[in-house]
């Protein structure tokens, strides 16, 4: 994943064609265009056209209509959700679930979602916040830190520190969330916010990324100069470093927001204080609702709620994805 | 995974249990020199005030938290949804496990409140005097919460088995409400051949259904002595339960929707389940969750394994137990009191729970309520009668969460593949036979 991405950063220059799909979506059609391109081309056909480049590719029936299934297929459930976040618990049961029931109860079902057992949604998104901006946040900046120096200072032991992180990036989270759980126990952190904080700062993809990132983007030659016009090595990096390094830090942001917002089972183990939890476990609390005897089943109210749960991320991504592309473009048209 | 964790649990049970018997050891020091008038304690506790940390998920409670801050104003409750049932537990022997953050009162139902008790990991409430309430509650409740002298938990509330059956679908169909286990049948045969669509109801193996419907017929597979366990799926009570579900299963008469899911309340709404035998709190999740159907279900007593009986069983119900962990513990004993007797259960009662509670189940107002829902129906004159001829002398295992656990990987069976009812029993019996001897108890033997 990491590699084709940086590849794909550093631009067509690089001859090594990436290992694995790119992670972004531009970068792995851009690769099956030209993989499918290539299969087909080598007929005859070829020589009496100009060849079509990566950025004009060949347009393809098949392809395309692959292409468009896979959308239908990830718009579904989103427009599921959307239709479905104005029925009232009554119309989830009486009605189809891929349309419309007869009255809307759309602007209702946000209103009691956001008010119901005494606005303890809001709450919720308030925590989610606060882990995203703390968590996700903290974690960008480590990684952006940690990244820059490991790719421009040469030092001791930082073979030693490659492997820890290539390592630490094998290891799933939950692997690791009971013993941490454990650790924070003996502390006398869980059921506080740090719980779920102090664990999302680190994030050794994050490093990683911004590592490689860091090493292709920022010249030596440039640090050098800087150097020699007698700028400190923090005046450095805020002003030069920084901005170039801007891409990769968006690119980590956004995957670390993703992860935390979307994060379930650290907070799971680590927080049983309903004050305390993130959107996820709140929804998943309402869910369980409906499941115990004497609960109120809020169907409609969890698919409100997970519709609300969503917006902020989508909007990240819009928001963000030009930085994103610019990061995946950067490297292209250098020297 | 989760069987995973249960085992890791329950090895961590076993060090909760040793670090219980050494507090036990320091509390009977101190009581030695106190004195053994708990009842004051708890008064002065009141007085002093501090916070109680309830961990529960019964909706009814939050208004006897605030009316007990009310009586006791230096008194901070805060309750905490840490979980519904097994995940519940499961939180609650981690934090025991971790030696803190444990709460202070917990709801345990009462299949799983064996689990709590054998390790000694609840506090024994005789001390405190809660012995008294031995005919406040209905026996069956009380019967689960007591062991020889000792009372781990207070009855919370109850869930007397009824019948829940759709009447206007019996009533399209010209079916009648069926009064035997063998009508049932019929009627579950007659529904699904004048509507392939609609089923007499849900099942896709539920370990709680199952023992309860097992129990009103008699059957008693499990019997508990201390550490020496019993586990017998073979009694004619367990055979004359196989020997009728096994004829919906084999005519495929059950629709294979599991309870509880969102397809469930669907059915529930449309029609498509016709009844379920279920405990008396199901009104308030209809009510609740089913709005659209009022007026549509009726209640009638559970359908009889003999002609002419009048038996039946506990499905559900909960109980508040005080963790030997808790911090504030004449507190949480003060608490637990006031929301299981008198005002706070009357006030629950209210709200919708079902009484545990012989005064509230006697009530004429309690009795004479007509459900809206139920067409006007005084639905709880059949759950008060259904609440007095629960069978007695039942126990489930004291590992029950995990033997309920695994009961759809063994009984489970049954319902999808030729495998019968009685051989996935046996399978669920070898198994809980076989974890019960591993984990320290004589099973069998």
């Known amino acids: 994943m990491t590699t084709s991405l940086t590849s794909a950063a550093s631009g067509s220059g690089t001859p090594t064609a ?107 998104l308030l925590n989610t916040l606060l882990y995203v ?32 992180v290539l390592g630490a990036v094998a290891v799933p989270g939950t692997a690791l969330a009971v013993p941490t759980f454990l650790m924070f126990s003996n502390m006398g952190l869980t059921n506080t916010p740090w719980a779920v904080i102090i664990p999302s700062l680190i994030s050794p993809f994050g490093l990683y990324l911004m590592w490689v990132f860091a090493a292709e983007s920022v010249p030596t030659e440039l640090l050098e100069a800087a150097r020699i016009d007698g700028s400190g090595e923090l005046r450095t990096f805020f002003t030069i470093a920084l901005p170039l390094l801007m891409p990769g830090t968006v690119t980590v942001l956004l995957f670390s927001m993703v992860a935390t917002w979307n994060n379930y089972f650290l907070p799971l183990i680590m927080i049983k204080d309903p004050d305390w939890y993130p959107l996820t476990l709140g929804l998943n609390a ?13 169907f409609d109210l969890i698919i409100t709620g997970s519709l609300l749960t969503i917006v902020p991320i989508v909007a990240v991504f819009l928001l963000l994805q030009r930085y994103w592309q610019s990061g995946l473009a950067a490297g292209s048209v250098k020297e | 995974m989760r069987t995973h964790i249960t085992r890791r649990l329950l090895g961590a049970l076993a060090v909760v249990s040793t670090l219980a018997l050494t507090a036990t050891a320091c509390g009977s020091d101190a009581s030695d020199g106190g004195g053994d ?49 097994d995940k519940q537990y499961t939180a609650l022997q981690n934090a025991m496990a971790a030696g803190s953050g444990a709460p202070d009162v917990a709801q345990v139902e009462y299949y799983a409140l064996g689990q709590f008790t054998i390790g000694k990991s609840v506090e024994d409430l005789a001390s405190y005097g809660a012995q008294k309430y031995g005919t406040t509650f209905t026996s069956g409740p009380w019967n689960a919460v007591t062991e020889d002298k000792a009372v781990y938990a207070l009855p919370m509330d109850s869930g007397p ?38 089923f007499i109801t849900n099942d896709t193996g539920d370990a709680g259904a199952t023992t309860s419907l097992i129990w009103q017929a008699g059957g008693r597979p499990y019997r508990t002595d201390g550490t020496d366990v019993t586990i017998d799926f073979g009694d004619e009570g367990t055979r004359k339960y196989t020997a009728t579900w096994q004829k919906l299963l084999d005519e495929k ?68 137990a005080v963790p030997k962990a808790a911090k504030n513990k004449e507190l949480a004993y003060a608490f637990t009191e006031f929301a299981t007797t008198g005002a706070g259960a009357s006030a629950r009662v209210t709200a919708g729970a079902f009484p545990a509670t012989r005064a509230d189940l006697e009530s004429k107002a ?13 639905a709880n004159r059949i759950f008060a009668e259904s609440a007095r001829n629960v069978g007695e002398d039942w126990s489930y295992l004291p590992y029950q969460v995990y033997a309920n656990s695994i009961f759809n990987d063994t009984v489970g069976k049954a319902y999808v593949s030729p495998t019968t009812l009685t051989d996935g029993l046996k399978q669920w019996q070898e198994a809980g036979v076989t974890y019960g001897n591993d984990q320290g108890f004589t099973v069998n033997k």
């Open chain 1, 18 to 124: 990436p290992r694995t799909p790119g992670a972004a979506p531009e970068a792995r059609t851009r690769t099956d265009a030209r993989a499918d391109g290539g299969t087909r081309t080598r007929t005859a056909k070829r020589r009496k056209r100009p060849p079509h480049t990566p950025l004009n590719p060949r347009p393809s029936v098949p392809l395309t209509l692959v292409t468009g299934l896979v959308l239908v297929y990830t718009l579904l459930p989103l427009a599921w959700l959307v239709i479905n976040a104005t029925k009232d618990q009554n119309g989830l049961l009486d009605s189809f679930g891929l349309w419309f029931a007869e009255d809307s109860h759309f602007w209702d079902n946000i209103g009691r979602t956001l008010s119901y057992d005494d606005g303890v949604f809001v709450r919720w």
């Open chain 1, 133 to 164: 901006v703390a968590g996700a946040g903290g974690a960008t900046v480590l990684a952006v830190l940690g990244g820059y120096a490991l790719a421009t200072y040469d030092f001791p032991g930082r073979r030693a520190v490659f492997a820890v």
């Open chain 1, 286 to 298: 309402w869910n369980a609702q409906a499941q115990t005897a004497g609960g109120e089943a809020v």
């Open chain 2, 37 to 85: 008038s708990g009842p004051k304690d708890v008064a002065a506790a009141l007085e002093k005030g501090g916070k109680v940390t309830v961990w529960a998920w019964e909706p009814t409670l939050k208004k006897v938290a605030e009316d007990f801050e009310k009586k006791y104003p230096k008194v901070d409750v805060e309750l905490v949804n840490a979980g519904t049932g």
């Open chain 2, 161 to 198: 088995m009824a019948f829940f059956y759709n009447k206007k679908v019996f009533d399209k169909h010209g079916i009648k409400v069926p009064t035997t286990w063998d009508e049932y049948v019929e009627a579950a045969r007659a529904l699904h051949k004048a509507d392939p669509k609609i």
């Open chain 2, 253 to 320: 008469l059950v629709a294979p929707i599991s309870s509880w899911s969102d397809a469930w309340y669907k059915g529930l709404a449309d029609g498509s389940l016709a009844t379920l035998s279920i405990g008396a709190w199901m009104p308030a999740n209809l009510t609740s969750g089913v709005a659209s159907a009022s007026g549509d279900w009726r209640v009638a007593p559970l359908p009889q394994w003999t002609k002419g009986d009048k038996t039946s069983a506990e499905n559900g119900g909960s109980s508040l």
């Open chain 2, 366 to 378: 309690f009795l004479d309520t007509a459900f809206p829902y139920f067409g006007g129906q005084q």
